[in-house]
T-cell receptor, first 113, second 116 residues
Framework: DAKTTQPNSMESNEEEPVHLPCNHS???????IHWYRQLPSQGPEYVIH???SNVNNRMASLAIAEDRKSSTLILHRATLRDAAVYYC??????????????FGTGTKLQVIP | DAGVIQSPRHEVTEMGQEVTLRCKPI?????LFWYRQTMMRGLELLIY????????DSGMPEDRFSAKMPNASFSTLKIQPSEPRDSAVYFC??????????????FGPGTRLTVL
């Protein structure tokens, strides 16, 4: 499995933007970059994913470096509800692609009121 | 849709007893995953199924663990005999293909297992 590296923890003030980095220098050409988050006492939930281009959805934005060796999850206005562990993972999404993923330790985001 | 359903939500048992965890995936999803989460090891994939067939069980810790998927709407993870080190939160997740690509995984609420 291609590995990802994330900071163990980050802090953000409420209603300010948050940039969560992820390094994946050994990413292969067919790996998609996925982000999940896990709120306290809940199962992980999908946030966003992308291959090469930057992506936006209602939850967040994903900025992918041109060489794809790193990416950044952007929460535009952090709320207390965004306090969670954020996981960056790589997966080949092609049909029949191997579905095993490694979640790693993630980044624990603390949002300060 | 009710999402992925897991039962029980909490299980307390004594060492040596058999434990069965249950999962109902989202209707129409053809991938099912079992994960285990502990403070020490984080979130680990134990096994996953595609169309009810086990594809990769390399994460299953040992022979005491077994998983089955008798049909598209039900899966079980069994531990026999259970040991205190099996104490963890066990998550079930399901997923599907769309446009020829694997889509995101939808996780259940988890089963918190405590083995005394």
């Amino acid at each position: 499995d291609a590995k990802t590296t994330q900071p163990n923890s980050m802090e953000s003030n409420e209603e300010e933007p948050v940039h969560l980095p992820c390094n994946h220098s050994t990413i292969s050409g067919t790996d998609y970059i996925h982000w999940y988050r896990q709120l306290p006492s809940q199962g992980p939930e999908y946030v966003i994913h992308g291959l090469t281009s930057n992506v936006n959805n209602r939850m967040a934005s994903l900025a992918i470096a041109e060489d794809r060796k790193s990416s950044t999850l952007i929460l535009h206005r952090a709320t207390l509800r965004d306090a969670a562990v954020y996981y960056c993972i790589l997966r080949d999404d092609r049909t029949g692609g191997y579905q095993k993923v490694t979640f790693g330790t993630g980044t624990k985001l603390q949002v300060i009121p | 849709d009710a999402g992925v359903i897991q039962s029980p939500r909490h299980e307390v048992t004594e060492m040596g007893q058999e434990v069965t965890l249950r999962c109902k995936p989202i209707s129409g999803h053809d991938y099912l995953f079992w994960y285990r989460q502990t403070m020490m090891r984080g979130l680990e994939l134990l096994i996953y199924f595609n169309n009810n067939v086990p594809i990769d069980d390399s994460g299953m810790p040992e022979d005491r663990f077994s998983a089955k998927m008798p049909n598209a709407s039900f899966s079980t993870l069994k531990i026999q005999p259970s040991e205190p080190r099996d104490s963890a939160v066990y998550f079930c997740a399901s997923s599907f293909l769309a446009g020829g690509l694997a889509r995101e995984q939808f996780f259940g609420p988890g089963t918190r297992l405590t083995v005394l």
